[in-house]
């Protein structure tokens, strides 16, 4: 006989707790009527009836609003009715007091010679095919002959037989629809049994030919696998007479002799070549320390060429500069000397002033230009000198008599000294005067 200990009663409290727990849990989540896992069912109910109550108003509310249209198409109907009363009533009336106070004889139109015209005359149409009834008469419209009753009948008679044959020929076209239903179903049901068949026979195809392909597959997997390993054993052949023959070939013993080429002494073979020796290295550096010298030579050379030609511009330049300022020093002179000439000529016209008059002068210098008849009036010349191209006439006017005529191209007169300097252009004596 065992002794129950503390903590052997405490492992099956436990356990039956546990138990117990799976048990509710599991009433919970199979009980499909009572299923509440994770919901507070006081607060769905509260909403269940939250949601009748509202039903319910709203369908007070849609009570209401029906008792009220049925109220309102009752008015209606009973206002309707009133008028329909009223208005039948007043048409009443109107042919009451048009029958007593509006009779044929009070009427504007009724002759008082003859009171019993409109009575003796014929009426508005007496037939259908009446003379009297012209278009602009508007006396007959359609359907106002004579015949309406009859035409009416007959109408209504071919309508009658219209409607039998168009029933005829809806219980022919039904049971023509039905008949043609019976043979799509017979035909459906012929073509579902044919594809059935059909598709019977395909799943037997199918599987021979799956049965055939595995067949096939598997011959095909294992001649695959033969001649891979065939492969295998001739690749690792190869790759050991391969190893073999570089071990004890010359490209890995680095033979210069190996790399030698067959079209000339100083070709080689590139895939075969190991590269240039210390000597043929050394001998290439040498080549190009010479070539780096030999441009920096060159440079020298044509930095000291450039210096030269520079220095020789320059001077150049500077000779040049020097003669023009020579120049225009030379011409500056000659400018004084001329301006001083024209100042003692003019001071000795002012001395030997003449009296007014006119005479004619030919003033010329050499060149092919000229001085055209010249008036000289009160000491003041005046003329016109020929152009030196095109025969241009150009007005001038001159000082008195012996002064110097100078004249610019471009410059519509003549200064007796020009600031430009053109030179003399001809000389008025005082004897011309």
Not at 354 to 368: D, L, S, T
Request: aromatic share 6%; glycine share 6%; net charge positive.
């Amino acid at each position: 006989m065992e002794v129950a200990q503390p903590k052997d009663l405490e492992e099956d409290f436990g356990l039956a707790k546990r138990r117990y727990a799976e048990l509710r849990r599991q009433k919970r989540i199979f009980n499909a009527r009572n299923r509440i896992i994770g919901g507070d069912k006081e607060a769905w109910d509260v909403q269940v009836y939250d949601q009748k109550i509202k039903e319910a108003t709203e369908k007070a509310v849609q009570e209401t609003f029906a008792a009220e249209m049925r109220q309102n198409d009752k008015i209606a109907c009973i206002s309707e009715d009133r008028e329909r009363r009223d208005r039948k009533n007043l048409c009443k009336a109107i042919n009451d007091f048009q029958q007593s106070f509006q009779k044929p004889e009070t009427h504007r139109e009724l002759d008082l010679s003859d009171p019993l015209a409109l009575k003796k005359d014929l009426p508005a149409q007496q037939s259908d095919n009446d003379a009297r009834n012209t278009i602009s008469g508007m006396q007959k419209f359609m359907g106002e002959d004579f015949n309406f009753y009859q035409r009416k009948k007959f109408q209504e008679e071919q309508n009658r037989e219209w409607s039998l044959q168009q029933q005829r020929e809806w219980k022919i076209a039904r049971a023509n629809q039905k008949c043609a239903e019976d043979l799509y179903l017979k035909t459906r049901l012929q073509l579902d049994e044919t594809a059935k068949h059909l598709q019977n026979l395909e799943s037997t195809t199918r599987k021979a030919v799956c049965a055939a392909v595995k067949e096939f597959n598997k011959n095909q997997a294992l001649k695959s696998s033969a001649k891979k390993i065939q492969e295998k054993k001739q690749d690792q052949e190869d790759n050991l007479a391969e190893i073999s023959n570089l071990l004890r070939g010359d490209l890995l013993s680095e033979n210069p002799q190996q790399a030698a080429s067959s079209f000339g002494p100083r070709r080689v073979v590139p895939d075969r070549w190991k590269g240039m020796s210390r000597e043929q290295l050394g001998h290439i550096r040498l080549v190009q320390k010479q070539q780096v010298q030999e441009k920096l030579r060159l440079q020298e050379e044509e930095r000291q060429r450039d210096t030269g030609w520079d220095r020789q511009r320059v001077q150049q330049a500077r000779a040049a500069l020097l003669f023009e300022r020579q120049q225009q020093r030379q011409q500056r002179d000659l400018r004084r000397a001329l301006d001083c000439n024209n100042l003692s000529l003019a001071k000795e016209q002012l001395s030997q002033s003449v009296p007014g008059g006119e005479m004619g002068v030919r003033v010329g210098r050499a060149g092919r230009g000229g001085w055209d008849q010249v008036r000289v009036k009160g000491g003041i010349i005046k003329g016109i000198r020929l152009g030196e191209s095109g025969g241009r006439r150009w007005p001038c006017r001159a000082q008195r008599a012996g002064t110097v005529l100078s004249w610019t191209p471009g410059s519509p007169s003549l200064n007796p000294s020009h600031p430009r300097g053109s030179g003399p252009l001809g000389y008025i004596s005082p004897e011309a005067l």
